[in-house]
């Protein structure tokens, strides 16, 4: 059995101090230098693994993560990375395009208010540039949204803003506990039985809208359980996530999924491979597998919750590149529609409105041209 996603808690640093989080006062001192990163790659790669998630804290406060980017694409790496967007400049987006990033994760919250009271005033703009930049540089961009009490009515709102910008997915994930500290209480962000109806609402609408505008969501089965996870209802026969992947924290503990607390080995003190394959990761897997884990709907194991039927239609999806123009085309059919709905109600000047048309259709041609390119 070899892995095929390697998740790494880079770093515990963070620039931001968010409500919803407290990892940048929870976790260890940074260890691991660029030889331990090099090593990991090295023997991962070796094993077949080929997707890296470079993670945080904000992993752009990593010393050396340039250099471990580029050093993991050309080991034969997807290496994508989440952000909350507001480090990133021109500069440093096309560092990130040069240094083979292939898709960058923003987490955006929900509308202005929302997203500055649980991130901080003005990160709002500043992520929804970082956003923008990292688009116009050529990085596959992607929205993240942590589905809280504050927030879960706007779900559809991150779809319309994924149009808006030229993001190609949007992931939901409902808020854990466990980025909390000890001992801190979760009430403030645990949407309540009361309003688990218009959860379900809004995740049928998001679920439609999406599809309508061709941008990828998370697994519908996937969605439809986000309910049951806040009821504390939720029940997970199996999960396979530990047969796939593993994480890896900013010490260089190994874990086989986050939710599963205990380390099964350090990559400081043992190889990758003899970690993986050894009999405690063995029952780990196991724990998982016979719905002995806490059932933590984390985003990054998604496609453990995917039908068999979904299946089939992602497999039909991927490399497909008309499906993926389509998508394209859709996304800007609906983004035009949406800002002319917006401008209309702020003018009637007919010309000054085919001008902008004109010129959205004309961004539009060059868009698609773009990822025509990309996708050869």
Known sequence: MAPTDIIISATGKCNLHCKMCDIPVSSGKDTLLLPDYKKLIDEASSAGARNFVLSGGEPLLIK?????????????????????????????????KTSGLRVANVSIEGPEEIHDYMRGKGNFRRAINGLRLLRQAGIETTIAMAITRKNYQYLSYIIELAIDSGATTVKFQPFSAGFLAEGKSASEFMITE?????????????????????????????????PDYFLGTLK???????????????????????????????????????????????????LAKNGQCPGCLMSCYDQVFESKKEK??????????????????????ARIFLQKKSRHNKSKDSLRENSNTLAEISDCKNMLNSELKRLR
């Open 64 to 96: 050396d993560v340039f250099e471990i980017i580029s050093y993991a694409k050309r080991k034969g790496f997807n290496v994508s990375m989440p952000t909350n967007g507001t480090l990133v400049t021109e500069e440093i987006a096309k560092k990130l």
């Open 194 to 226: 009361k309003e688990i109806p218009q959860l379900n609402e809004e995740i049928r609408k998001a679920i439609k809208f999406a599809e309508y505008c061709g941008v990828s969501i998370n697994p519908k089965s996937y969605l439809l359980l986000i």
């Open 236 to 286: 997970v026969k199996k999960c396979i996530a530990p047969e796939k992947s593993c994480a890896i924290d900013n010490s260089g503990n190994i874990f086989a999924c986050w939710d599963l607390k205990e380390p099964v080995g350090n990559i400081k003190k043992q190889g990758f491979m003899a970690i993986w394959n050894s009999e405690k990761f063995r029952q780990m897997r196991n």
């Open 312 to 333: 089939q239609v992602v497999m039909r999806k991927m490399g497909n590149l008309k499906s993926r123009i389509i998508n394209r085309i859709k996304q800007e059919r």
